[in-house]
């Protein structure tokens, strides 16, 4: 899943509605927390992989700008990826060094990154997809690294809960990033889109409610980057980031 703001309005490095998963491609999960009149009734499995039916990707398969950011300066371990969409943060994050694995609630769209990251010549044990419910994944151990980019649903997903479970899966000395909009894109047209009130980073971080002994919050702020509309307009698009790190000492609790 995935709905994100990209680069271009049919996604890439930061793909936003035009369509967006977190998994499905980077779908803003983030509306299953909010007002959603207007939004279509549907089950969020249905949802998205009719998003990925079509015989075109979703996205660009480049790699979400903040995630390259963060994750280019953090050292190399075990990377689990919410919403991968069709893959193209978890093929970054192996292509530099990382064992990573992506999670989507479609199918389809993770048929798409598996096949994505053979054709990169990743080997099967760097790069790994698993088409799951995100919100009772199971069998998850524990990673240096938890992201997730844009993780947006205009169908109702628990986004925070499934949030707060994935904390509980980074290691001491591990970090949480969590890349969401931080307002519509210029070029949105529903109404739905136009009036929906993404929350701040701030929010974003109290919703979390990580352990204050447990985590230091670093990051907690809205980044502006270039985008292109879907008639070539230029536009500047907001995101909201939080990254936590969990104390080298920290004691991991149930997930």
């Avoid at 999960?29 to 499995?45: F, R, T």
């Avoid at 919410?82 to 389809?108: K, Y």
């Avoid at 990033?177 to 210029?186: D, E, F, G, I, Q």
């Amino acid at each position: 899943m995935q709905e994100r703001a990209n680069d271009t309005a049919t996604g890439g490095p930061e793909d936003t509605p035009p369509n967006d998963a977190g998994q499905a491609g980077n779908d803003d999960h983030g509306h299953a927390d909010g007002n959603q009149a207007g939004w279509p009734e549907i089950a969020p499995v249905d949802y998205w992989e009719d998003r990925y039916s079509g015989s075109g990707p979703v996205w660009s398969g480049r790699v979400n700008r903040v995630l390259a950011d963060i994750a280019g300066a953090l050292p190399p371990g075990r990377a689990l990826d919410l919403g991968c969409g069709e893959g193209g943060d978890v093929i970054w994050l192996a292509q530099h060094g990382w064992t990573a694995t992506g999670l989507d609630i479609s199918p389809t769209a993770i048929a798409r990154a598996a096949e994505a990251a053979r054709e990169a010549g990743i080997p099967g044990n760097r790069a790994q997809f698993l088409a799951t419910d995100l919100s009772e994944p199971g069998g998850l151990g524990d990673y240096d690294l938890v992201t997730a980019s844009f993780l947006h649903s205009p169908v109702g997903l628990p986004r925070t809960e499934i949030l707060r479970r994935a904390a509980g899966h980074v290691a001491p000395g591990g970090h949480l990033l969590v890349t969401s909009h931080a307002a519509a894109p210029p070029w949105a047209s529903a109404l739905h889109e136009k009036e929906h009130r993404f929350p701040t980073p701030r929010e974003e971080a109290e919703a979390l409610a990580l352990d204050e002994r447990e985590w230091q919050v670093l990051v907690c702020e809205v980044r502006q980057r270039l985008a292109t509309g879907p008639d070539g307009e230029p536009a500047t698009l907001s995101d909201g980031v939080v990254l936590a790190r969990r104390y080298p000492d920290a004691t991991r609790g149930d997930a």
